[in-house]
């Protein structure tokens, strides 16, 4: 019975449907065979195979990497905007300024400018006469004596000066801020913050990032002090020259511009070498393991900051 079940399902019309429908070859080990370079995917191969591309599994999973930082970097460019905009506006605002928001920027002001002078006075001597020895033995050498004042004032002063002392700041009191916020988020302090209804913008944020923009300023003009005198003893040494001719090249060299783009430049060195540590931060989870990751996160965005803005500020100055 199941024989003639069989052979009436043979002459069925489904059956001669089956029969007909073409279908693809099992491949056996000796039907695979490498796929050339230049084969794609859904070619078929040997024997009637199906080969894949040999990179495509690679480049997949690197578009993907490619697509994933991608992500990730305008995810972190929007919150750093986003933040940005609120810090300003509170920096702005007078009602942000209360007695605990004024105690904790003098500490922090005291912390990033006063404790760090003798250190800072140390590296701006040796540094200022080393750099300003090279540059004017260069400048003899090449019979360039003229250009004096305006390599002073437009390299020593406004390049050199706020490049040495965003990197000294950033490498003592950066990485603190960042280290410091990232153990608050660990020990759940900011949230009771919020729960007691203290806004850590005020209390905590707004008071560093404002020490940033001051002692930047402050420190830059030290550095800036320490240069010009140096570069007045060695122009007495290697060109004998006097102190008034050397102020006075000093006086014609000096130009508005200069000085608002130099001061623009240091505020926004303050401004974002105090600001990404924050939110480098903020970023930690509650574990202890996180805080290093945080703070080797947030040095890096800090140094790539410093070059972007040193790059914007000689492009501004070049057409200005």
């Given at each position: 019975m199941q024989?003639?079940?069989?052979?009436?399902l043979k002459g069925s019309f489904f059956y001669a449907i089956y029969e007909n429908t073409p279908r693809r070859k099992t491949c056996t080990q000796e039907d695979v065979r490498p796929a050339p370079?230049?084969?794609?995917?859904g070619i078929e191969g040997p024997g009637g195979c199906q080969t894949l591309h040999r990179q495509e599994a690679p480049m997949i999973t690197t578009i993907t990497r490619i697509g994933k930082t991608t992500l990730q970097f305008s995810r972190s460019v929007g919150e750093t905007i986003a933040f940005s905009r609120r810090i300003l506006w509170n920096i702005f605002h007078p009602r942000a300024y209360n007695s605990a928001t004024r105690s904790v920027l003098l500490s922090q002001i005291y912390f990033t400018s006063v404790e760090i002078l003798p250190l800072f006075i140390t590296v701006s001597i040796i540094l200022g006469s080393l750099i300003m020895g090279i540059v004017l033995q260069t400048l003899k050498a090449f019979?360039?004596?003229?250009?004096?004042?305006n390599i002073l004032i437009g390299f020593a002063v406004n390049e050199l000066s706020p490049f040495v002392t965003v990197l000294l700041i950033a490498l003592r009191s950066g990485s603190a801020i960042n280290a410091e916020i990232a153990v608050m988020k660990v020990n759940r302090e900011l949230d009771t913050l919020r729960a007691f209804r203290i806004d850590p913008i005020n209390y905590l944020f707004l008071p560093r990032i404002m020490n940033g923009v001051i002692s930047l300023i402050l420190?830059?003009?030290?550095f800036s002090t320490v240069l010009v005198i140096s570069g007045g003893l060695f122009s007495r040494i290697i060109f004998g020259m006097g102190l008034?001719?050397?102020?006075?090249l000093l006086v014609n060299s000096i130009h508005l511009s200069d000085i608002l783009i130099l001061l623009f430049k240091c505020a926004t060195f303050g401004f974002f070498i105090t600001l990404i540590p924050v939110i480098s931060g903020m970023r930690a989870s509650y574990q202890l393991t996180s805080i290093p990751i945080a703070v080797l996160?947030?040095?890096i965005r800090v140094f790539l900051a410093i070059i972007f803005i040193e790059v914007i500020s000689l492009l501004a100055r070049s057409v200005i």
């Open positions: 024989s003639g079940f069989s052979d009436l370079l230049h084969r794609l995917p019979g360039l004596t003229q250009y004096l004042g420190l830059t003009g030290l008034n001719i050397y102020s006075h996160h947030g040095m």
